[in-house]
Structure formats: structure tokens, C-alpha cells
């Protein structure tokens, strides 16, 4: 709905092309379902085929053809270098620091980047009851780095979240250190509108880059505190016509 | 030594009110058919454990058998919520239900306590997050040689654990592949277990990549095709999209839930399989 | 992602005076062909740690290579002692041997907490041994949850792993199975490892209770046919007992033993396999 | 050297047919290399044919049909219902007490069955190293049971042992409990001149059997400690035709 006018593509799709951008070539991945996902799978089929995907199911190297279905598709077992239990996905791989990108979604983020996945309202009488953790904590805390991805919108992008599920930069620079959480914390928040990024020094979520077709002042007013915006705010480069092919053809496998 | 017995005499013998049951299996061979038999057999007061509780456990809550969830992520695998699970939690119905919340990372970490007979595990989680303060069951933990400080989770040892898997031999022993979630552990860890599976053979043929059960830590061994259904048993059927797509219309509404549930699980007394 | 390296460069590239190295193997998939390259290469200054230290860490102690043990269990199987060992805690030959030592449950505890990042791991262990007042790396720590008290062990984090495997693929990808020991541990919890196997292949075949080590975990791998030998590998070799046997006449003796150094393992670089 | 005169067996024999006697049909056995590991095979193939052997390099379930030469032999692996790593066979297998049996060695034992397998003589300024703990101490501690073979005489069978590597009763009644370790303890110690029990109160090494052609002279003679004699002490059967013929096949497939 915020593609420009005249454009052969959505805004979800050009955050899904975003979102598979920022993954590097060999950089090993854990994969939630949905549009983390989506992403990691067309980056697997266009910039980088090399993308080592791990599924918290305990698929390790997944290479699906077609889009799993949950984290637990028979299609990972088939095609991963190895399959492990929950427990070794966890304590062997996620906890040491051995994966670069960890991908999440959020019901609410605040701008530090702080992640709700668990509960709208208070805790003990929630509005609504969300389904919780999962995964999240830990590999917020632990993977190299954090992208997220979530569509923007005041609903979501809150001046604080009504609970913590995953931690970004806590209240501010120092925190995760303090902490003690090794990882890097999130590097990127990849919405339906641009890219948020956290300012190298006050860690507090900043526009850095806009989508075709989308003025910064809408990615303000669908912010829940005062956005800020980057200094050298860029324009996000369009999706190709190689990138929409992929995408598209990797959403038909879906069927 | 486990004994070969039918679903329902397996779950009568097994599984008593009051009970912590942890029914197992990470998308993968979820033991639905398990599930049902509980709720046939009108259990109460249990305390469910299970790191993804979803449409097994949305069922039985909205049958009214626990008092109690402890949890991970509680949610329909790639379609939403779980309506029964927030109904209970935001509205007590049919009953209030108390929740223990954790990480993924912490309720693997607290079967593998359980497997391995100690009372508490280690790890780098829940820092910085409001789990802390909300679950009495997480708490610091000083490295006796760095000083450094990280989180303790008590171990489970539900009274019962109840798993799903391709196939046991006449002895009981059980044997599984494909995702391996945290079904070894959770037997481990539990006072008496219940494996379903799709069927006994004479021999365990090797599986890459299987895992095996040994028959003296199985209580029970009750042969259910299809008991995994609408999740699935690699190897022998897939996941049915459909059903879960399905479940949300029909968790959604008290009513059409309590018609679901007298047509397709009470209605089907002696029906083996699983069915949603 | 791991490179695949001549054993020579590999182990020059790998492993420097002083480190903490790891070679692991229980009984079976011994990197005995290594050790020899470790000897040969006259490194210094190491700390050898390996829970089962057995002819190959006689013959690198007697060699002179290491300062300090880390261990378990230290005797050459079905045999009896290792004289190697023995002379150098007893007697300071070829020079003064810093012992660490543990228990087998003890040092397969540090190892898991070393590959799970944690900077220790909790165990039922050492409570009333005279092992408690030797080891600093053994304390006591409370259960937050209950009170008990139980046993804290260090990680370890060894900077090099070397383990002997059945096959890897061009990517370097490690496939091992048989007894399988604490290699993926020791390997996970190492800077950087070295896996010696017996034949590199297209594609790994997937084997029944196979494990796979994958290539980013492994820094290099060096095919080495018979590496494990008098060691054996499941489904290549079988073990030589006799081997086991005549070590123990060459350990017992100073000169002996100098002159099989010189004529069995510096007198044949570049001989692939192991030999003993 | 200790059989009666004109008997057609050893006194080794009999340790080890009084040790494979000792073991239950169906037990869960942690088996160590040398003695123990013929005696529960020598049990396999007499009265326990359902044995269930468990050696610490990770076989559960193993059915050799030789004696294997050492705790990893290829032929454990080859015909065990499944092998698992050795921190599993340590935690998830004896830690949390499923093994029945433990059978364990010693270099030396004291009149509370502590058992010695580290050093003779001061631990910093060694007489003998020994090869140090292993398995033993965890097996020593959590096993239902423990059952010790070793050849008795007063270098073995000391007054107190120069290191305790493996815990029995510590120093009497109650040290167990104390030291929260959850197995039973020594149940019965083996020799090649009878057998010892731990007195139900005090739980002193006390000799309850001595075997056909030993005078309980002897076994006090050999003993480090004023060994108690049980007032019922018992004549040790001597080995059937059936069990000396079994054990002599079982070694024989070791060549």
C-alpha cells in the first residue's frame, strides 16, 4: 500500500527484498517462519545461494526448495547438513555465539529497539495475550547481529513496550554490556517503509533509509516517539526485476 | 521394560488428575491422538508443560483438564494465536489458568536438568528481559570461578511425559527421526512416559539420523497411526496445512470449539488416529 | 569454513608452543597420526588435555612436549599403566608434568560447557573424594531452587581440537560414527580444530547414528588413511591389540622408548598413517 | 592358587563366576574393562541372558558376542541398541541413577570400601601413579548398587587408603546421606578368597562367604584391618560344571 504509483511491486514485498539484502553471502542465519524466512530463502536464490540457514527445529544448513511451512518442516530435516535436538540448537549453537544473523519480529518495539512478543496490556490482565519468548530472548541476545522485521505503524513502534520479551539496547548505550549479553544487538529494523538503524552513539533507533515512493514524515507519523531521521537518509534501491521474479517464484512454492 | 498396551489402558494407567504432563514434539510429531485420550478420559487439574503448546494444547485447555500451563511460545505454527490458550488467560474460561513462562532456551535447558538428574541448569538467557520478574523459576547464578553472573532454571520432572514416533519393536523399544525437538530429554526427565506410535515391528532397522529409546525407559508403548495428525510423522504422512488453517475458525468461538469437541474427539472413542 | 590442508601444514598452521591442545577419541577414532605430527614438529610448552590419555599422550609426554595434563583416566587400555606418564609425575622425565585431574563425568562436563558457551558446567560429582582437595577446578555450588549442593566444574575451551573421523567432504564437513566419544564437544568448544580422517569424499553418505561436525566448525581437515591406527576406525579398520601390547615394553623404558621416537615417528615425515 | 586342592578351577574362576552370579536377570550393568566385563558377560551367557550392559564410551544395550578388549571395542557399538555420546552416558545415564549395577576395581580398598585407583603415596610425590579416577567416582556415587572385584591381600586391603578416588561409606553410617550421594553404595566386594559385605549397622567390610578350600584365616591374614568374620559367614559354591565351562568359551573368543 505504500508503493509509489506506477509501481509493479508492494510494500511488503519491497520489505522482504530489503530484509534479504542485508544478509551476507556464508553468514550462518537463524530462521524464524513468516518473512525472516521468506527473506533468508530469496537471498539463498539470488545474492547469496551460500546463506547456511538454521532453523530453532534443529535443522542445521537447511537448504529447502520450496518455503517451509513452520520451523519444523519435514522439508528442513530432508535437505540440512544435520539435524540436531532442541536442546544442542540452543546450548551447542545459538548460546556460544556461532550465528551472525538472527532474524525477529516484533508486536511492539520501542526506540531502543526493545522487542514485545508476549503480552498488550499488563501481564496479569492482559488486553491481549500474545504467544510469548519462543526463541527470541536468546537470540536477541546472542546471534552477532539482530535484524528485524515488522511493518511500522504506532500500534507497534511504541514510546515503550509493555513488556520486554528480547532485550535490544535496554535503556540505552552500556546496556547490553552491562548485561552481559555477548551478541551485537539489532543492526537493522526493516519495515514497510524504510530502514530504521541504531545511531552509533545514543543506540536510539533512527530513519536511515526510505522505500521508493515513501516520505519520511509518513515513517514519523507511524512512529510512536520522535523519530529521528539520519542525516544522509538514503532511498531505499527498488526491487529489480530479478529480485520480484525470485521472490515471486519462491511465494508459489508455498502452495 | 515398557508394556504394549491400547491408547486409552496406556492413559488410565499412566496419567491421574493433579499430574504434570508434558506431551512433546517440535512441530513434528505432536502426539494428538494422546492429547484426545486425555480429554476423553475428563482429567483434571493437570499441569500442562510443553515448550509450544498449539493446537493439542489449545484442545485440552479449552476442555477444561489443566490448572496450570508451563510454557514457551504458545501459538497456531504459521497461522496466529491460539484462541482457547487466551481465552483461558485473558477471560478464565472455561477455567482460570495459572502460567509459568519461559524461553525456548530455558525449557530445553530445564528437560535437559530433568534427563540428567540434577536440580538446576545453567545458562546466558532472560537478562535485561521481564520474564525475570514475572516467573519465579528463573533466577541469577554466580560462575563460581569468573564471578560472572547467569541464569539458573529449575530442572522438570513432569510425572508424565508423552512423546509420538514412527516406530517401536515388540520390546518397547522406540525409535524416531527427522526433527528431534526435545522428546528424549522430556522422557528422561518424567517419572513414567508414553510413546504412540505409527506402528510396532518386529525389528528396529538403523535410521540415520534416528534416535532411539531405550524400552526401559518407556512405561508405555500404545500403537496409534496417524497419532501425530494434522502434525506429522516423517516418513509416513505430512502435515495437514489445512487443519491448522482450519483450527483457527473453530478455536475462535466457544461454541463451534465445544461442537468440535463433542463431534471429534468425545464422538471418537476407539477412533486410533488423530484427528482436528 | 573449513580448509583442507596437508597434515604437516595443518598442524604448523594450528597448533603454536605453548597452547592448550585437545586431542580427543574414546578408545576408537584415536588421532594418534597427530600426536605424531605434534612430536615431530618439537612443539613446547603444551598443555595436553584429553579425559583418556593412553599411548598417544605417553609417547608426547616422553617426547617432551607438554608442561601440564588435564585428565581423567591415564593408562593404556587392557594393559596397564602408561610407564611414559609415570616417569615424567613420578620422576620429572624428561621434564616436571603439572597434573589437572578429573573425573571422566567431570571432564565430559567441561567439555559441553565449553561448546555451550557458558563458563561452567553443574554436576552429581567428586563429593567425599580426595580428588575435592588436590583440583582447584572443582568447587561447590548451591542449587538456587532447592538448597542442595552439587559440584562446579570450568569450561573447557581448549585452543586446538584435533579428532580422527571416518570421512569429510570436499567442504569439509566431518562425518564420524561408532563410539562417539566427546569429539563434537571437544570441537565445538575449541578456538580452532583439526579433524584427521580417512578418506575425503564427493558427498557423505548418511550413515545410522553418524555425527556431523559442519565445515564451519572445523578449521582444517587433513586426510590421513590409518590416522587412528593401532587405534581403530568403525567400518575401516580394526584395532591392533598387538600394538597395545608391545607399547608396553618400549614405555618402561628411557631408551627404549628415545629410540622408537627417533626411528618410528621422527623418522617418517611424511608418512601418512599412524604407526606405533 | 587359592582353589582346593584336587578342584578343577582357579581362584580367579571363582571370583568371577561369584560375580556373575551376583548379577540379576534384567539389570541395567555399568561395565568396566577386564574382570567386571567378563563377569557380566559370563552372566549373559549363564542365568542373565537379558543383561543389559552399558559401557562408559557410550554403548547402551550392548551384546558382544566375544569379550571386547577394551570399552570402546567396535564390537559394542556394532551390537548395542544405541550409542550415545559420553557426556550423555554420563548425564543422562548414570547421574540420574537408572544404572542398577556398578562394578568397579581398586588398587586399594579400606574396611569401608573407599576405594583407591590414584596414587600410592602422597599425591605430590607419588610411589606409584595409578591411571586416577575414570568413571569410578560417579559410578561409586550413583549407581543402585556397587559391586567391587579385586584380589585381596594387605597391599590392597588397607587400613586406609592414600587417596579416596571413589567414595563407599565414607567414614561409617550416615556419610553417604551426608555427602548426598544417591546410590546404595558397595553392596559386596569379590576376592579371589570369598566374599565381604558391609555390616547393616556399622557398614564395615564384614566377610560373609569364603570360597570352597579357604580357610577365613586366610582372608583375615590378607587383610589390612581386623576384618570381622559374619556369624553366619557361608561356603561359597563352588563353580558348576555349566559356569567354569561358560567362562572358558567366553575366553577363549578374546584370542
Known amino acids: ?20 539484502r542485508a544478509l551476507r553471502p556464508g553468514a550462518a542465519c537463524f530462521v524464524g517462519i513468516g518473512l525472516p524466512s521468506t ?54 549453537w545459538l548460546q556460544p ?40 530472548p536468546e537470540i536477541a541476545a546472542s546471534c552477532r ?5 515488522v511493518r511500522q505503524n504506532r500500534r507497534t513502534f511504541t514510546e515503550s513496550v509493555d513488556f520486554v520479551t528480547s532485550v535490544g539496547f535496554g535503556r540505552g548505550p552500556g546496556d547490553r554490556e552491562r548485561l552481559g549479553l555477548r551478541g551485537g544487538g539489532p543492526v537493522r529494523v526493516i519495515t514497510d517503509l524504510g530502514v530504521l538503524e541504531p545511531d552509533p552513539d545514543t543506540r536510539e533507533l533512527t530513519l536511515t533509509s526510505v522505500h521508493p515512493g515513501v516520505d519520511p514524515e509518513q515513517a514519523r507519523e507511524r512512529t510512536g516517539w520522535e523519530l529521528k531521521l539520519a542525516p544522509d537518509l538514503a532511498r531505499t534501491q527498488a526491487p529489480t526485476p530479478a529480485e520480484l521474479a525470485a521472490l515471486r517464484a519462491l511465494l508459489q512454492t508455498q502452495r | 521394560m515398557a508394556t504394549i498396551l ?34 476423553r478420559q475428563r482429567l483434571r487439574g493437570l499441569t500442562l508443560v510443553r515448550m509450544t503448546p498449539d493446537l493439542v494444547y489449545d484442545q485440552m485447555i479449552g476442555a ?12 497456531n505454527p504459521g497461522v496466529g ?105 522430556a522422557v528422561l526427565a518424567a517419572r513414567r512416559s508414553l510413546a504412540t506410535v505409527e506402528e510396532i515391528v518386529d525389528e528396529l532397522a538403523p535410521v540415520p539420523g534416528a534416535v ?38 473453530i478455536g475462535r468461538d466457544r461454541a463451534a470449539f465445544t461442537d468440535w469437541l463433542r463431534r471429534e474427539v468425545h464422538g471418537r472413542a476407539g477412533v486410533s488416529g488423530g484427528a482436528a
Chains 1, 4 share one sequence.
Open chain 1, 1 to 20: 500500500m505504500n508503493a509509489p504509483a506506477g509501481a509493479d511491486w508492494t510494500a511488503d514485498e519491497m520489505m522482504t527484498v530489503a530484509a534479504a
Open chain 1, 39 to 92: 527473506a533468508a530463502n530469496l537471498a539463498r536464490r539470488t545474492h547469496a545461494p551460500d546463506l547456511w540457514l538454521i532453523y530453532e527445529s534443529g535443522a542445521l544448513g537447511a537448504k529447502p526448495d520450496r518455503l517451509p511451512l513452520s520451523i519444523g518442516d519435514g522439508i528442513l530435516a530432508d535437505t540440512a547438513d544435520t539435524v540436531v535436538s532442541v536442546p544442542e540448537i540452543f546450548n551447542y
Open chain 1, 97 to 136: 555465539g556461532r550465528i551472525d544473523v538472527g532474524f525477529l519480529g516484533a508486536a511492539q518495539i520501542d526506540r531502543y529497539a526493545n522487542i514485545n512478543t508476549t503480552v498488550i496490556g499488563p501481564y496479569g490482565e492482559p488486553e491481549v495475550r500474545l504467544p510469548g519468548a519462543g526463541g527470541a
Open chain 1, 145 to 149: 547481529e539482530v535484524i528485524v522485521i
Open chain 2, 6 to 39: 491400547p491408547l486409552d489402558e496406556a492413559v488410565r494407567r499412566l496419567v491421574h488428575d493433579g499430574d504434570t504432563v508434558a506431551l512433546e514434539g517440535f512441530t513434528h510429531l505432536i502426539p494428538m491422538a494422546a492429547g484426545h485420550e486425555l480429554i
Open chain 2, 64 to 75: 477444561g483438564l489443566a490448572d496450570r500451563l508451563v510454557f514457551s511460545w504458545g501459538g
Open chain 2, 81 to 185: 494465536s491460539l484462541h482457547r490458550f487466551r481465552d483461558a488467560v485473558q477471560n478464565g474460561w472455561p477455567g482460570p489458568l495459572a502460567i509459568e513462562e519461559h524461553s525456548h532456551a530455558g525449557m530445553a535447558n530445564r528437560y535437559v536438568a530433568g534427563a540428567s538428574g540434577v536440580p538446576f541448569a545453567v545458562l546466558r538467557g532472560y537478562r535485561g528481559t521481564d520474564l525475570v520478574g514475572q516467573t519465579a523459576t528463573i533466577k541469577p547464578i554466580t560462575c563460581p570461578f569468573t564471578g560472572e553472573e547467569l541464569t539458573a532454571v529449575p530442572a522438570l520432572n513432569p510425572d508424565v511425559a508423552i512423546v509420538h514416533a514412527q516406530r517401536a519393536d515388540r520390546a518397547g523399544n522406540v525409535q524416531l527421526w527427522g526433527i528431534l525437538g526435545v522428546q528424549k530429554e
Open chain 2, 212 to 249: 532411539l529409546l531405550p524400552a526401559r525407559v518407556v512405561t508405555a508403548v500404545a500403537e496409534v497411526p496417524g497419532g501425530a495428525s494434522p502434525s506429522y510423522a516423517q516418513g509416513y504422512y505430512d502435515r495437514d496445512n489445512d487443519a491448522y488453517q482450519a483450527w483457527d475458525a
